[in-house]
């Protein structure tokens, strides 16, 4: 088992993921979709992912909004599952 990466860097990188994947935090959590918990497994998921020493590289190398997170992120569906939510409630 591999130790879990830093909180604080890890933290940035989900948040720069959800920006990157137009994915809107703040809108989930006012709107219920995503828990201080959620958010929370979100951001030691990321910790403890495999791809953790590539993400930056990845988000470096694409500084405009993309559809989906790379299949290496841990977190990918569930940004793409929260932007679908939030998407349902809009229309």
């Not at 088992?1 to 720069?16: C, D, E, R, S, V």
């Not at 791809?51 to 990918?76: F, I, M, R, Y």
């Not at 679908?84 to 809009?90: G, I, K, P, R, S």
């Amino acid at each position: 088992m591999k130790p879990l990466g830093k909180t604080n860097t890890h933290y940035w990188l989900a948040q720069q993921m959800a920006k990157i994947t137009e994915t809107d935090l703040v809108t989930a959590m006012e709107k219920a979709e995503l828990t201080q918990a959620d958010w929370a497994e979100m951001v030691t998921a990321c910790r403890g992912c495999n791809w953790g020493d590539k993400c930056q590289k990845w988000l470096d190398l694409h500084p405009e909004p993309v559809e989906t997170a790379p299949k290496s992120c841990c977190n990918g569906t569930r940004y793409e599952a929260l932007r679908e939510a939030l998407e349902d409630m809009a229309a």
